[in-house]
Structures are given as structure tokens and as C-alpha cells.
């Protein structure tokens, strides 16, 4: 999917830039994150960047109230008919499903930052000027650019330009994607990608296809893809104690990850926070763990050092426990 | 690097506990990439490898709260009395020897280190010289000890030395600092004062001694007292009395022998002491212990030292009588690591001591800092919680004279000691610069992230062109040490009155947008019968945003009122300054310092070589944020007019609600996003400030420094201050040091670390010649792991590239500390990074303690 701008201008519809990303990639990194993501994975912390197409965000605590402010009504074109409020005067909803002129207007003239737009246009050029401001951390740490989600693929055309470009301009890329996307729009995507970030959450796809909505066989199949290629990857896996971080699960899934040989550069295994539950609730919906409680620090903690352990035993894989070890050979 | 050679090494690998794991000079007890985990702060026990050190640690309370001691006041009370006919040079050295030769002396268990205040641990003197009556109007109130008004840092007193202070109450009046300074003073200069509206606050000096200086150290270890009682009788008989410049000369050295004198019997006395505890005692390792200290303070009470322990021994007692002699704070301890190296190669070599027993000396010396202490009033700690004696700042690392790296071993034991004894004294400076080596930037960036706030970072490479600006030669400026809190100073050589004052920018913009009149000026202002009710205002009428036609003429009316409020700023502080040196010069310290018994001139007087008194402005975030508001939201968008914009700020935003969230929010250019807009309006703030304050003579025999940085001072002045038109409401703090702002509705940096690191540095750091300070706050995870620690070092060092001059680090959860408030008693040994300092974060009060919560937390995980 490509957007344009109003002067047919190609652009990325992301939700977030992020200076002084140091877990995605080598160094001090600016992270992009594009909206859009095939998969539904129930721990996602940004469900902000699942849906395609920017979204109306709301946060009712910032709300000053009709009485006092009511600028969103007094600007939307529409007299204000999305708008809902409580009785009490304070904003709940903007209901962009029906009636909505779509214009984003409420953004704008919301002084309290109650009504946020998840998803701006944005082209390279004015890309490129917030990586150009950062250049010199760059080139500090070995650092460069990450491009994240949502999933980035889905704008695999705007990637794949985006990428080019920093390449032209000396910044190192980083892509971040689940990789159930067709291989070819991988492809695209490849020749100015210098670090692939990927992730396997399950070695059996009806597990996979039960938790994330979608089976795993065309995301193994790309990552040997990508691995073929020779690009330098990182793979991970979200541990998240109950779901998915049995023995016979992660020790399938390591089985694979020594398969893919000597592009994988590290794997690293995430302990599960439980994080994004407000951006659910701005969003009116429902956190799908609802109220799953992750076991104590020192139980998963002791879980995860261990599986680290069992894994590189095994396997001989560059295991990590979480992304705070720097990448063999990466960064400065 | 100067390091020993690889055979050096390996002939000393088993003098340390974990040889094996270093493999990279230099050497220290602990590897240079030693971790002590992140965010941890204060709460380990036994953090010290050395049960010595741990048991010292067991009966180290970890407070400033304390006892006020009266035996000094009456001594030289006493002193003065017995010699009514002399000068006042020659009445304060009988003063101050009389201290020394009578006052109670300490010795405790299992110390290597002696030397102290006169009083026992945590204990306060008094110095009446300063001003008697503050002490005993804060007793009789209710106001020294603990009350509902004083949680923190209050000091306990008996009714007995409650009576023998204001016994000498009488005595006082009139023939302290002061009293004579505020008989100097006038209404204009104290209308915008401390006493006034709080414009300006240039009352630090006026009831204690300037302090913030290091003495000259290469002088007292080269020469001994006995060298320079030598200098002083060498002078005095080369004196031809028929020239009246010679009689003060007289004066003066008369003077500087008799605090000389003082000073050796007082070790003396400390070495006699330690004899007759070693003949008492039994256990024959400590015996043995105590005869040594007896023999090193027999011998340095003359002499110049000969080994480490004997020059810490000294280090730490000439220290000590500086503060018997002045209460001034940050008094510091130079560049330790260059000045003790040669003992600590002595040493080694000739093995008079190991690695492990100098590095539990220094342990030792840090706790026996962190003892001391200071009496401060009610409404200066409210600000300055936490404080202790004050700025003892110890510098480490940087450049040599000759433009070599100076990183040596103790460079690392100096900062491993931090991490073995978590406790906030001395406040420690790490000096950088583009070839600083790689191991101390590891071994920096490992104890900041343990979390206590140790060590601040300084940049060789705009400090030292910074003090160049100030005419001091390369050579001097490249030794450069850092005092107390921010300032950079030669030491030994200058009398910088650094910290002397602060000008709040906030307050001088709210009265150039509203023609001289505070915002809310009505009759419950103390200040209104002498102002409001005649129709006057505060200031110059310099301007009015309700009329002004374009942003130029508010950039031209704040030039005006910040020339009018320096004007007073400045006044005031010669007055104070003139008050010290007729009432209270300092002969001891001139002895002590480079030049003073050669010119035979006083300190106070322009005795040492370099002389500046060095004021602050204050709110440079508020200040630039305040006027990017203005020009975007009135003169370019004209999405508010001025009058709606002052009169939103003068009704405290109350029915302003849709205005107060739009000039918080990322709408509106703010500092600190690396937004040119935004940012140049900051830095045509603080220039100002600086134009209207850098070179103007001062009374001392040199000029004014101006500095950027608050320390806590922006709480005390937001607390004077209405609200204000960036967002802030009435009362709160405005924007710390060179940071950006937050205010109750949020914070207005929301870019992260690499945006602040450049909206910062492009602010003229090298201009504001007593320096500048950055306060980041990261949390723990950002920081974690060698990613966190490499990349942060990478963000340091682009700081340093980008000429920020100096930064300090909170390593601290949000949720610690909101559980640190809440449950102070689990919370005991939490070190935080105040500003310039650490403190016990339970010891502060509420305000500052919300103050810290509030800064924009780094945290990307």
C-alpha cells in the first residue's frame, strides 16, 4: 500500500519517530513506526499501529470539558456530528466509521492533546531532515535508522524508496518486520537493508494461527528467505510465560533458528511487559490479554536465563536474554 | 595516560583482590568496567569490600541533620575581647587561633583520618563573625530544630547552648558582616532583593563566608605550615614601616603568623591525643594504627608530607580549618588525583603502602567529609535540603598544564570509592575532553549508573576556553578544578565569589512584557503600601504587550529591564563583598592560598590572583519557552493577544483553560526539541543575562562572572513568582539550570536525549564563565546492559563534542521514587541527583522532591 500527499508526493503513513531507539539495531538509532499489521498477536503494546489508515485517538482526561473549550465542535466542518460526550461534557469518542469528513480537523485545533491522530503522511524529504538532525549520534555509535510498526511491509513500496535514500545519505537502515508479508514485496525491500529484525513467536502454526490470526508457514518461509541472502539478522521471540514459553516450543523454534546458519547474528528472547493498555483504551478497545497477569520478575526472570542457557547448549545459537547485549561485531 | 609499566603490573597483580579480571591498564582495585548494576542508588549493604570501611559505614548516619555547638563562638568571642585594641585582621587571627589551640578534638574507632569541625560528628559551630542573631532569633522561634516548618536538616540544641549564644548576642550586634552590609543597602537595592520581591536573590554571603574555593595545594604539600611560617617571617623582615603600604602589610602578616601558628599547634594537639589513645590501647594492630596517625600528624603539623596517608592527613586537616575559620560552602578539594598521584607512585614503588590500603584511605576521607557539617536558616534549606557542609566537590581526570591526559590509577579509586561508600560527600567532577581514555569513560559511565548521582561530568573543551575569556593563561586554565556545585576555577588562585547570587530571567521577562508591574499586584503583596498603593511598580516602564506592535520591542524591553536589575543585582553583592573584607578577612585561608603573604594582602581583600564574583541566571528553559509563546501565538499566528495572554497568566489560567493546555502543548515551539524557533529565543535570554553581567568590576579587584544554572534555587524562585505565560502556574518552580521546562500540565521536551544534548548546546556555554548545568534523568532501563552503558557514553561524549560544558545524572525510577516518598522509612539510603549535588532523596522536602519526579524522565524500553 502507497499513500500520497495532496501534491501526489509518495508517503509513509507513520504513527510514531522515536530519537534514541538503542534496542532495535546497532547504536543510537531513530525508529519509524508505519501503521498497518497483518497479524493480531493479543500482547501488541502499540495497537495504535495495527489498523491501516490514521485513527482517531482519544484520551477523555485531557478533555477540558464542552463548557470550557469545545474547539473540536466549533472547528470540525460536520457541526461536530462524530463528536461524542459524556454527559458530563467530556469527549468520549470520535466516531470516524460514520459521518466523518475524515479531515483530522479536531486534531488540530484540540489544545489539550485529548484528540490525537495515530498515523501522519509524511514523504522522505521530510523524513530524511528529522535522520539528518541525528547524524551525528549516528555515526557515534554505529547507529542509523530502524524502520518499525505496525508493519512496515505493508508499505513495502514507500519502504523500500525510504531505505534507498538513506543509503544515498550514508545512514544505516535497520528493518523491523514480522515478515508475513508476499516475498517479493520483501524483496524490494532487501538491496538497502543492512540489518533484518524479525521475530518467530511460534514454531507450530496452528498455534500461531490460533493466537496471531494468521499460520507461520510464509513467515518461516521468508525468513530462510532473508537468511539466504546473507543479510545480518536479529531474531526474536516475545516470551510470554503461559503462551508460548514451553521447552517444546522454544527449543522448536531454536532447532530453526540454528538451521538459518551464520546470518542470524543474535536471538533474542523479550520478556513480556504488559504495556499499551492506555493506547487500547484510547483507541475504545478492549486489551485482548484482558486481565492476564505476567508470574513475578524474579519467576520469568529465572525462566528466561535459563532458557538462554538451554538454548546456546543446544543448539549453539548466539542466544541473548532481552536486547540490552550489543550486537557481536555492530555499533561502536 | 601516565600508568605504571606492565612489569609494574604484574609485580603488583597480587596486591589486589581481582587481579585476574583486569587486563587493561590502568590499575585499580576494582576492573575498569566493574558494574555495581543500575539504579540501585544507596541501597546495598556493605558496599565496601573493606570491613574497615563497612564498620565505619554501620555508625555513619545518613543524614544532615545535626547539632549546633556553641564552644566556638565563645572562643573567639573570648578572642576578640582579650584583644579590643588590635586591627581586624589581627582580632579575627587571635579568633581563629584561639579556636584551634582550645577547641574540643575527636578521635573515633577504626579511622585512619582525623580532623573535624571542632565539634563531634554532624555537629555544627557557630560563627558569630557572620552574624550572631540569625542563629538565636531561628531558637527562640522554633525554627532550628525540628518543626513542622524545618523537616529536614534541622539541629538539635541543648537550653544551655541556646543560653551561652545568646549570651554573646550583645557582643555581635554591629560587629558582624551582616549588619554592616545591610547598613550599605538601599530601598532601590533591595526592593527586587531577597528582602523584596525576589527579582534577584544576592543574600548567600550575607550571614556566612563566601567560600567555594580550593586552596593552593601544590603550596601547603610542597612548603608544610612551617614553609609558609617561614614565607611570612621572611616578609615581615624584608617591611619597611615608613611606607604606609607596608604598615597594612604589617597588618596582614601579622595576621597570617598568628593563624599559622594555630593551625600547627591544632595538629599538634591532634598528634599528642592520638599518642596518649595509642598508649591506652591493647589491641596491638590498632595501637599500631593510632601510633602512625600520632607520628603523621606530629610530622605534617610542620612538614611537608612524605607518603599518602600523611598527605590525605594533611589534605584533609588544612580543609578543616578553612571551614573553623569561614562556614563558607564548597570548600574543595582540587584536582586530587593529580596532586596525591606522586605520594601514590612513592609509595608503590618504595612499597610504603598497597593499592587496597591507600583505597581505604580515600573510603575513609569521604566518609570523614560527609561528618562534617553546617548550620543553615529555615528558609535556605527549604531550597538547599540536604545539603551538609556543602560542596565539597573533588576533581578527577582532564587535562594536565602540558596538554596531556592527566588519568591516572587513583583517577579510578577515587571514583570506585564513591561506589564503596555511597555516601553523597565528596561531590565528584569527572573531567572529559575529546581523548579522554575509553576505560575512565566506562568506569564514569558505571557509577553514574549505579545511580547515586556521582560523579558530574565537566568538558575540557569549552571550559577550558571559557576561563581563557577570563584572562587566565592555558597553562592554568587546563589545571582547572571544579567547586562546589557547577563553577570552574583555578585553585589555589582564586577568590571567585562563584554562586554569590542568581537573577531570576523569568521574573525580568513577566515585568518587561507588563511596563515594571508584577503580575497579580494588589495589596496582600508585603510591598504594596511602599509600591502598588502609590501607583508605582517594581521596575523601569520599559514596555507593554498589551500595546507592543512588534515581537522586537519585547526583545528590546527585556534587554532594558535585565540592565536595570543587574544594575541592583550587582550593587548589592559589592556591598557584601565590602562588608567581608572590612569585617571579616580571613588569615588563615590567605595563608593557604597562592600569593597572599607575598602581595601581603587578604583573600577578601584581592590577596590571590584571580578575584570574580560569579551570579547566576536562572530560567533560561521558562524564559526562552516564555518568549517563543509570545512571538508565535501573538505576533505570527495572533491566535491570542497580548492583553488575553497576560491577563490568562494574571488570573493564574483559572477560566484560561483552552490557553493553559494550548502553551503546554507540542502546538507552541518550547525548548529542548531542537527547534531552531524556539531555541535561539532561549539563547538571546541567557545572552542577555550574560551581556548585562560579564566584566563589570567587582570589589574584590576583579570582575563578574556570569553562570547558568540554578541548582534548587528555581523552586525558591518560582515560590516568589506568579504565574507566567509559557504555562506555569503561580508558585511552581521554574525551569532548573539549562533544562527545559515542565510545569503541573507536562513537560515541554518531548523529543528525547539527542534533541536536549542539541537544543542545550547550542546555547553559548564558553559565554557564562561560572558555569552551566545540565540535569538529565534517565531511568533505569534506558541505561541498562552494555548497550545502555556504550550509548550512553556515545551521548556524553557528543555533549562534549558539541561544547555543553557540564551534566549531571538521576539514574531513578519513576516508581522508586513516588514509593520513596511514600514509604520514606524503606527508602533510607536512596541517593538522588539534586543539582550539584546528591542528597538523601526522604530528606528533602515535598516541593523538591515533587521537583525531581517531575523532570522529563528519559526512559525508551
Known amino acids: ?332 | 595516560m601516565k600508568t605504571l609499566t606492565n612489569a609494574e603490573n604484574l609485580k603488583n597483580k597480587d596486591v589486589y583482590a581481582h587481579a585476574d579480571e583486569v587486563d587493561v591498564t590502568p590499575l585499580a582495585i576494582e576492573p575498569y568496567d566493574k558494574e555495581w548494576g543500575v539504579g540501585l542508588s544507596g541501597n546495598t549493604p556493605e558496599p565496601s569490600p573493606f570491613p574497615r570501611i563497612n564498620n565505619i559505614l554501620k555508625v555513619t548516619a545518613r543524614t544532615t541533620n545535626g547539632f549546633v555547638s556553641p564552644e566556638r563562638a565563645e572562643l573567639v568571642t573570648e578572642a576578640y575581647k582579650a584583644h579590643p585594641g588590635e586591627s581586624q585582621e589581627v582580632k579575627c587571627a587571635y579568633g581563629i587561633a584561639n579556636v584551634l589551640e582550645n577547641t574540643p578534638l575527636y578521635i573515633y574507632d577504626d579511622e585512619l583520618i582525623v580532623g573535624g569541625l571542632g565539634c563531634d560528628k554532624k555537629g555544627a559551630p557557630v560563627h558569630p563573625e557572620f552574624g550572631l542573631n540569625w542563629v538565636c532569633n531561628e531558637m527562640r522561634d522554633g525554627l532550628m530544630d525540628y518543626s513542622e516548618q524545618r523537616t529536614h536538616d534541622y539541629f538539635s540544641y541543648t537550653p544551655e547552648t541556646q543560653r551561652r549564644l545568646e549570651a554573646l548576642e550583645d557582643f555581635w550586634k554591629n560587629r558582624c558582616v551582616e549588619d554592616y552590609a545591610n547598613s550599605l543597602l538601599t530601598e532601590e537595592q533591595l526592593k527586587g532583593s531577597h528582602a523584596g520581591k525576589g527579582v534577584f536573590f544576592a543574600d548567600a554571603y550575607i550571614h556566612c563566608g563566601a567560600g567555594h574555593l580550593g586552596l593552593d595545594y601544590d603550596r601547603l604539600l610542597g612548603m608544610g605550615f612551617g614553609g609558609i611560617r617561614k614565607e611570612i617571617e621572611e616578609n615581615l623582615a624584608k617591611l619597611d614601616l615608613s611606607d604606609p603600604k607596608d604598615l597594612e602589610r604589617h597588618d596582614f602578616l601579622r595576621a597570617a603568623k598568628i593563624a599559622n601558628a594555630g593551625a600547627i599547634r591544632h595538629i599538634q594537639r591532634y598528634a599528642e591525643l592520638l599518642a596518649a589513645k595509642a598508649a591506652e590501647t591493647a589491641d596491638p594492630v590498632r595501637k599500631g594504627e593510632l601510633e602512625q596517625m600520632a607520628a603523621n600528624c606530629a610530622w605534617v603539623a610542620e612538614n611537608p608530607p612524605r607518603t599518602f596517608w600523611e598527605a590525605i592527613q594533611l589534605v584533609h586537616l588544612a580543609n578543616c580549618i578553612i571551614l573553623i575559620e569561614c562556614n563558607g560552602h564548597s570548600i574543595s578539594y582540587g584536582r586530587f588525583d593529580q596532586y596525591m598521584y606522586p605520594y601514590y607512585k612513592h609509595d608503590i614503588e618504595t612499597g610504603v603502602s598497597t593499592r587496597e590500603k591507600m583505597q581505604e584511605l580515600i573510603e575513609n576521607f569521604y566518609i570523614k567529609i560527609w561528618d562534617l557539617n553546617k548550620l543553615r536558616d529555615h528558609i535556605l534549606i527549604k531550597t538547599f535540603g540536604n545539603g551538609g557542609i556543602g560542596g565539597p566537590a573533588l576533581t578527577l581526570g582532564g587535562l594536565k598544564p602540558d596538554g596531556r591526559d592527566g588519568t591516572n590509577e587513583l583517577t579510578f579509586m577515587c571514583l570506585d570509592a564513591n561506589a564503596h561508600v555511597r555516601v553523597p560527600n565528596p561531590w565528584l567532577a569527572v573531567r572529559l575532553h575529546s581523548d579522554t581514555p575509553w576505560e575512565l569513560k566506562v568506569k564514569t559511565a558505571n557509577v553514574i549508573r549505579l545511580g547515586t548521582g556521582e560523579p558530574k561530568i565537566f568538558n575540557d573543551d569549552v571550559t577550558i576556553p571559557s576561563m581563557m575569556s577570563s584572562d587566565i593563561p592555558l597553562e592554568e586554565a587546563r589545571d582547572y578544578q571544579v567547586v562546589g556545585c557547577v563553577e570552574p576555577d583555578v585553585s589555589g588562585k582564586t577568590y571567585g565569589w562563584h554562586d554569590a547570587g542568581h537573577m531570576n530571567m523569568a521574573k525580568v521577562l513577566e515585568l518587561a512584557i507588563n511596563n515594571g508591574r508584577c503580575f497579580h499586584c494588589n495589596a496582600e503583596c508585603p510591598r504594596w503600601s511602599k509600591c502598588g498603593a502609590l501607583g508605582r511598580r517594581l521596575g523601569p516602564q520599559t514596555g507593554d504587550l498589551r500595546t507592543m506592535t512588534s515581537f522586537d520591542q519585547v526583545l528590546e524591553s527585556y534587554d532594558k529591564q535585565m540592565k536595570y536589575w543587574c544594575d541592583q543585582m550587582v550593587s548589592v553583592l559589592n556591598a557584601v563583598d565590602i562588608a567581608h573584607q572590612n569585617v571579616r578577612p580571613l588569615p588563615y585561608l590567605s595563608t593557604v592560598m597562592y600569593g597572599c603573604v607575598e602581595k601581603g594582602v587578604d583573600v577578601t581583600k584581592g590577596g590571590t590572583k584571580y578575584n570574580f564574583i560569579g551570579p547566576q541566571g536562572i530560567g533560561i528553559g521558562t524564559t526562552g519557552d516564555g518568549l517563543s509563546t509570545i512571538k508565535q501565538l501573538v505576533f505570527e499566528e495572533k491566535k491570542v493577544t497580548g492583553a488575553e495572554l497576560i491577563q490568562a497568566a494574571e488570573d493564574n489560567w483559572v477560566g484560561h483553560e483552552p490557553l493553559y493546555a494550548l502553551v503546554n502543548s507540542d502546538k507552541v515551539h518550547h525548548y529542548g526539541n531542537d527547534d531552531d524557533y524556539a531555541d535561539d529565543l532561549t539563547k538571546f535570554a541567557m545572552d542577555t543575562y550574560c551581556k548585562h553581567i560579564e566584566r563589570r568590576p567587582n570589589a574584590h579587584g576583579g570582575f563578574f562572572q556570569p553562570g547558568c544554572y540554578s541548582v534548587t534555587v528555581n523552586v525558591a524562585h518560582g515560590v516568589k513568582q506568579w504565574a507566567s505565560i509559557e504555562g506555569r502556574t503561580a508558585f511552581e518552580p521554574v525551569s532548573d539550570c539549562m533544562g527545559a521546562v515542565h510545569t503541573h500540565c507536562c513537560s515541554h521536551d518531548i523529543k528525547g536525549p539527542t534533541a536536549i544534548c542539541k537544543s542545550v548546546t547550542k546555547m553559548d556555554h564558553a559565554r557564562a564563565t561560572n558555569g552551566t548545568l545540565l540535569n538529565w534523568k534517565f531511568s533505569p532501563s534506558a541505561l541498562a546492559g552494555k548497550t545502555g552503558r556504550d550509548n550512553f557514553i556515545a551521548l556524553m561524549d557528543e555533549y562534549v563534542h558539541r561544547k555543553g560544558m557540564h551534566s549531571q545524572f538521576s539514574v531513578t525510577s519513576q516508581e522508586t521514587l513516588i514509593a520513596a516518598q511514600k514509604h520514606p522509612e524503606d527508602y533510607r539510603d536512596l541517593l538522588v541527583r539534586v543539582a550539584g549535588y546528591s542528597a538523601y532523596f526522604v530528606e528533602l522536602n515535598k516541593d523538591l522532591q515533587d521537583d525531581i519526579i517531575g523532570r522529563t524522565s528519559l526512559s525508551f524500553d
Request: one cysteine or more; glycine letters at 10%.
Open chain 1, 1 to 332: 500500500m502507497l499513500y500520497h500527499n495532496e501534491k501526489g508526493e509518495p508517503c509513509g503513513l507513520i504513527y510514531n519517530i522515536q530519537g534514541y531507539t538503542i534496542h532495535d539495531g546497532p547504536g543510537i538509532r531513530t525508529e519509524l513506526f508505519f501503521k498497518g499489521c497483518p497479524l493480531r498477536c493479543p500482547w501488541c503494546s502499540n495497537p495504535e499501529g495495527i489498523h491501516v489508515g490514521p485513527q482517531i485517538g482519544v484520551y477523555p482526561s485531557k478533555c477540558l470539558g464542552q463548557d470550557k473549550c469545545n474547539y473540536c465542535v466549533k472547528d470540525c466542518p460536520l457541526g461536530g456530528s462524530p463528536i461524542r460526550f459524556d454527559g458530563d461534557g467530556i469527549l468520549t469518542a470520535v466516531d470516524m466509521e460514520k459521518q466523518c469528513a475524515d479531515c483530522l480537523k479536531c486534531t488540530e485545533s484540540c489544545p489539550g492533546g485529548a484528540i490525537m491522530v495515530w498515523g501522519k503522511k509524511m514523504t522522505i524529504p521530510e523524513i530524511l531532515k528529522i535522520l539528518r538532525s541525528d547524524r551525528d549520534f549516528y555515526e557515534r555509535t554505529g547507529g542509523g535508522v530502524t524502520l518499525s510498526g505496525g508493519e512496515v511491509l505493508v508499505q513495502w513500496e514507500f519502504a523500500a524508496m525510504l531505505l534507498e535514500a538513506c543509503h544515498r545519505e550514508n545512514i544505516h537502515t535497520c528493518v523491523e518486520s514480522a515478515l508475513h508479508i508476499p516475498t517479493e514485496h520483501v524483496d524490494a525491500v532487501l538491496p538497502h537493508t543492512d540489518i533484518f529484525i524479525t521475530d518467530v513467536k511460534y514454531a507450530d502454526s496452528a498455534r500461531h494461527k490460533e493466537v496471531t490470526g494468521v499460520g507461520n508457514e510464509l513467515i518461516l518461509k521468508n525468513i530462510r528467505h532473508v537468511a539466504e541472502t546473507g543479510i545480518p539478522m536479529v531474531i526474536r521471540t516475545p516470551v510470554v510465560p503461559g503462551w508460548n514459553d514451553d521447552d517444546e516450543n522454544m527449543f522448536a523454534i531454536g532447532e530453526f533458528v540454528k538451521s538459518l546458519g551464520d546470518s542470524v547474528i543474535q536471538y533474542q528472547l523479550l520478556p513480556y511487559r504488559k504495556m499499551g493498555t492506555e493506547k487500547y483504551a484510547t483507541l475504545n478497545q478492549p486489551y485482548p490479554m484482558g486481565d492476564y497477569e505476567a508470574p513475578e520478575r524474579s519467576v520469568w526472570e529465572v525462566n528466561l536465563l535459563r532458557l538462554r542457557d538451554e538454548l546456546r547448549e543446544r543448539y549453539g545459537i548466539p542466544v541473548e536474554a532481552g536486547s540490552g547485549e550489543k550486537l557481536p561485531g555492530y555499533g561502536k
